[in-house]
T-cell receptor, first 110, second 115 residues
Framework: GNSVTQMEGPVTLSEEAFLTINCTYT??????LFWYVQYPGEGLQLLLK?????DKGSNKGFEATYRKETTSFHLEKGSVQVSDSAVYFC?????????FGAGTTVTVRA | SAVISQKPSRDICQRGTSLTIQCQVD?????MFWYRQQPGQSLTLIAT?????????ESGFVIDKFPISRPNLTFSTLTVSNMSPEDSSIYLC????????????FGEGSWLTVV
C-alpha cells in the first residue's frame, strides 16, 4: 500500500536559518505529492504540490522537487521567518485518497 | 480553489451525546471527504461522502458511529455519535477540486472536545 515517511520533529530554528524537512514515500503507481501546512489553531492548508517526476512545487519561499529515483519530496526554505512556525505534513495521492506523513512541528525563534 | 466552510468550528460535548458537523462548499464538487486528526497525530480518512448514496467508509470506521449525509454537490454532514473522550479530535471536511488539477483542499476543521 501507499505510505509516507517524514522527518520526525520537533525542529527548532532561528530566524533566517535554512529549513529542510525530509519526506520519502512508497507507492504502487505514480502518485501526486503534496506538502500541507497547519498553523497553530488552524486547519490544513495546501502549501505546494507536484504531480509528476522532476516537477518542482513552490510557494511562499518553500520548494520541493518530486524525485522518483529516490522516492522523495523534501521540503526546503532558504530563510525561515517566525511566521513559518507550524506543523508540516507530506502527503501523496493516488486517485482521490490522501496518505499523510506523521507531521513535523517547526518552531522558528526570533 | 474551492472555499470550504465548516460548522461548528469548536465545541465542547458531553459524553454520550452526538454532534453533527456541517460542511459547505462554494462550488459543486464530485468528491467530498471527512478526515479525523486526533491530538498530536496525523490525518486519517474516515469516509468518502457520496452524493445520493451511502458513504464509503475506511477500515476502522463504521456508519453507526459516523453517519454521513451528502444531499447535493455542495454540502455534507458528519455526525459523531455516542461520543466518548477518545472522539476528541479535529474533524476536517475536504474536497477534490477538479478545476485545480484534482487537488484536495481542506476546511478549517471542527475542533471537538468530549468531556
Amino acid at each position: 500500500g501507499n505510505s509516507v515517511t517524514q522527518m520526525e520533529g520537533p525542529v527548532t530554528l532561528s530566524e533566517e536559518a535554512f529549513l529542510t524537512i525530509n519526506c520519502t514515500y512508497t507507492a504502487t503507481g505514480y502518485p501526486s505529492l503534496f506538502w500541507y501546512v497547519q498553523y497553530p489553531g488552524e486547519g490544513l492548508q495546501l502549501l505546494l504540490k507536484a504531480t509528476k517526476a522532476d516537477d518542482k512545487g513552490s510557494n511562499k519561499g518553500f520548494e520541493a522537487t518530486y524525485r522518483k529515483e529516490t522516492t522523495s519530496f523534501h521540503l526546503e526554505k532558504g530563510s525561515v521567518q517566525v511566521s513559518d512556525s507550524a506543523v508540516y505534513f507530506c502527503a501523496l495521492s493516488e486517485g482521490y485518497k490522501l496518505s499523510f506523513g506523521a507531521g513535523t512541528t517547526v518552531t522558528v525563534r526570533a | 480553489s474551492a472555499v470550504i466552510s465548516q460548522k461548528p468550528s469548536r465545541d465542547i460535548c458531553q459524553r454520550g451525546t452526538s454532534l453533527t458537523i456541517q460542511c459547505q462548499v462554494d462550488s459543486q464538487v464530485t468528491m467530498m471527504f471527512w478526515y479525523r486528526q486526533q491530538p498530536g497525530q496525523s490525518l486519517t480518512l474516515i469516509a468518502t461522502a457520496n452524493q445520493g448514496s451511502e458513504a464509503t467508509y475506511e477500515s476502522g470506521f463504521v456508519i453507526d458511529k459516523f453517519p454521513i449525509s451528502r444531499p447535493n454537490l455542495t454540502f455534507s454532514t458528519l455526525t459523531v455519535s455516542n461520543m466518548s473522550p477518545e472522539d476528541s479530535s479535529i474533524y476536517l471536511c475536504s474536497v477534490e477540486d477538479s478545476g485545480a488539477g484534482n487537488t484536495i483542499y481542506f476546511g478549517e476543521g471542527s475542533w471537538l472536545t468530549v468531556v
